[in-house]
C-alpha cells in the first residue's frame, strides 16, 4: 500500500481506508494498485464508501485496522465514524438526542399522567355526572389516554424511539391545552363548580405535557434550519399542510349540530348547537387556542427536518381534531332530550314533540380537512423511504491514478456479496477536533477537484434526500464502479 494512503477498516475480503482527497475500498491482503473504488473526502463521500463497504462484508467480519484516534481523525471536519465492528455497535451520534436519566424521567411523568387522565373517568366532571356517564367525552378522553401511553412507551425504550415518542406525545399536549381550558371555562360558567375528575383530568394534562417535553430535546437546526434537499418539496409541503390546518381550523368553528323538531300540525323547525363562538368568553379562549396551536403545530411539523419526525408531530396534533370529529358522530347516535331546548319532559310527550339530531354539513367538511392532514402525514412518513430508494447513488468518484490502467480485476472478482440484515446505519455529524489531514505537516497533494473526471459525482451530487431519518448512504446508495465489487 502507498505511504500516502491508511486503512481504516478490514473485512474479510476488502478494507476500507482514506488516501489524499478520497476515500477508498480495495481487496484484503493481495497486491492492489492504490485502490479500486474512490469516493471524495467530504462528509457524503464517506456515507457512500460505509454504505459500500459495509453492504460488501458481513458486519462480525469488519474490525477496526487504525486506532481510535486516527480513526476519528481521519473523518471528514464534522464527522466521526464508528470505533468497531457494526456487528458489535452500531454508530450513534456522540450526543445522544434523548440520553436514559432524560427518556427514564419523561416516560415516567407520563405513566403518572395517564394514571391521573384514567382515574378522571370516575368521579364528577362538570357537576356530577362523571365522564363514564358521557360517551361523546369519554372517547375523546381514552383517545388522549391511548396516545399518552403510546409515547410513554416509545420513549421508556430509548434511543430514536424516544424521540419519537416525545413528538407525538408533545404534538397532542399542545393542541389538547385548548380542549382542557374550555372544559375548565364550561365549569366555571356554568356555576362556578370544577369536578375531581376534571381536576384530575388537568393534573394528568399537565404530567403528560411535562413527561413529553422532559424526553423532548430541540433542536433549532431541524425545525428552523434550510432544508437539505430540494426547497421546492419542503415550500409544497408547508402550503398543503398549512392550508389544510387553516381548513380544520375554520370548519372547527361553526355548529356542527343538527336538530328537527317535529309535532303533530305544526311546521317542522331545524335548530343548530355547536359554534364555538356562541359560548362564555373562557370556553371561546380555549376554542381559540385550539384552532391556533393547530396551524401552528401543523406548520412547524410540515417544516421539521427528519421529515419523518415531523409527521410525528403532525400525527400527535391531528389525532385530538379526529377525536373531535369522532365525539360529534358519538353523539349523533346518542338520544336528545328536550330540556336542552327549554321543554319539559312531559310538555314534549303531551305536544306530542319528537327530536331528532344529525350532522351539518360543515361537520363533513372539516372532516375532508383532517382526512387531508392524515393523508399528508402518511406522505411525511413514508415519502422519504421511497425518496431514498429512488434516489440517484452516491457515485464513486475517480482520481486520476497512472495503475488505473494496468490494473487487472479479474484475480480479486470476490465472491457474491453477503448484505446483512440491517446494515450499519452510515456515521452521525459531531463536533471533531484535530488536523482534516492527520499525520501530515500540510495538506497531502492529492488530486483536486478539478482532477474529477467528467459524470462523476462530485460532493454536491451526493447528498441525501430531503426529510430522511439519516443521510443518503443506505446500504443499497451506492453503486459500484469496477466489476469486481458488483
Known amino acids: 500500500m502507498p505511504a500516502n ?13 482514506r488516501g489524499p482527497g478520497f476515500y477508498g ?60 465492528p457494526p456487528g458489535a455497535a452500531s454508530p450513534r451520534p456522540a450526543n445522544p438526542a434523548v440520553t436514559r ?5 419523561g416516560a415516567a411523568l407520563l405513566a403518572v399522567g395517564v394514571g391521573c387522565g384514567i382515574a378522571s ?22 383517545i388522549y389516554l ?34 382542557f381550558f374550555a372544559d375548565t371555562g364550561t365549569a366555571i ?33 431541524e425545525a428552523l434550519g434550510k432544508p437539505n434537499g430540494p426547497a421546492r418539496d419542503r415550500i409544497l409541503r408547508l402550503t398543503l399542510a398549512t392550508v389544510a390546518a387553516l381548513g380544520a381550523a375554520i370548519a372547527f368553528a361553526p355548529s356542527w349540530d343538527s336538530y328537527t323538531l317535529r309535532a303533530p300540525g305544526q311546521p317542522v323547525q331545524s335548530l343548530t348547537a355547536g359554534n364555538a363562538f356562541a359560548n362564555p368568553g373562557l370556553v371561546i379562549f380555549g376554542n381559540v387556542a385550539v384552532m391556533v396551536l393547530l396551524v401552528v403545530v401543523v406548520a412547524a411539523a410540515a417544516w421539521w427536518r427528519p421529515v419523518r419526525l415531523g409527521a410525528l408531530l403532525l400525527a400527535g396534533a391531528t389525532i385530538p381534531m379526529a377525536a ?94 453477503v448484505t446483512p440484515a440491517s446494515p450499519a446505519a452510515p456515521p452521525a455529524p459531531v463536533e471533531t477536533a484535530g488536523p482534516e489531514h492527520p499525520g501530515d505537516a500540510t495538506p497531502p497533494s492529492g488530486p483536486a477537484d478539478s ?24 446500504g443499497d446508495s451506492a453503486g459500484p464502479l469496477s466489476p469486481s465489487l458488483g
Not at 376534571?198 to 393534573?203: F, P, Y
Not at 382526512?371 to 440517484?392: D, E
Open 324 to 417: 373531535s370529529a369522532i365525539e360529534a358522530l358519538v353523539q349523533v347516535g346518542e338520544a336528545v332530550s328536550p330540556t336542552q331546548f327549554g321543554i319539559s319532559r312531559a310538555q314534549a310527550s303531551q305536544a306530542g314533540l319528537t327530536i331528532s339530531s344529525g350532522l351539518t354539513p360543515v361537520f363533513w367538511v372539516y372532516c375532508a380537512f383532517v382526512l387531508a392532514l392524515a393523508a399528508i402525514c402518511g406522505w411525511m412518513l413514508f415519502a422519504p423511504r421511497r425518496a431514498n430508494r429512488a434516489a440517484s447513488p452516491v457515485a464513486p468518484w475517480t482520481p486520476a491514478s497512472p495503475n488505473l490502467a494496468s490494473w487487472n480485476p479479474a484475480p480479486w472478482a470476490p465472491a457474491p456479496a
Open 146 to 179: 391511548a396516545v399518552w401511553t403510546v409515547s410513554a412507551l416509545l420513549i421508556l425504550r430509548g434511543g430514536n424511539l424516544a424521540r419519537v415518542g416525545a413528538l407525538l406525545g408533545l404534538g397532542t399536549s399542545i393542541v389538547t391545552f385548548g380542549f
Open 25 to 84: 475500498i480495495w481487496p484484503a491482503g493481495a497486491p492492489r494498485p492504490p485502490s479500486i473504488e474512490w469516493w471524495p473526502e467530504t462528509p457524503e463521500g464517506w456515507r457512500g464508501a460505509w454504505s459500500r463497504f459495509t453492504g460488501l462484508e458481513t458486519p462480525a467480519s469488519i474490525s477496526a485496522a487504525a486506532p481510535a484516534s486516527m480513526i476519528i481523525a481521519a473523518a471528514p471536519p464534522g464527522m466521526i465514524i464508528p470505533a468497531g
Open 189 to 221: 360558567a356554568g356555576g362556578g363548580t370544577v369536578g375531581a375528575g376534571l381536576v384530575l383530568g388537568l393534573i394528568g394534562w399537565l404530567l403528560g405535557t411535562a413527561g413529553s417535553v422532559a424526553a423532548f430535546r430541540f433542536r433549532p437546526a
Open 451 to 474: 482532477a474529477v473526471p467528467a459524470g462523476s459525482a462530485g460532493p454536491a451530487d451526493s447528498a441525501g434526500s430531503e426529510g430522511s431519518a439519516g443521510p443518503a448512504g443506505s
Open 5 to 17: 494512503e491508511t486503512v481504516l477498516y478490514r473485512g474479510a475480503r476488502f478494507e476500507l481506508g
Open 101 to 105: 436519566a432524560r427518556a427514564v424521567a
Open 121 to 142: 373517568l370516575f368521579p364528577g366532571y362538570f357537576s356530577a355526572a362523571s365522564l363514564t356517564q358521557q360517551p361523546p367525552q369519554l372517547v375523546t378522553h381514552a
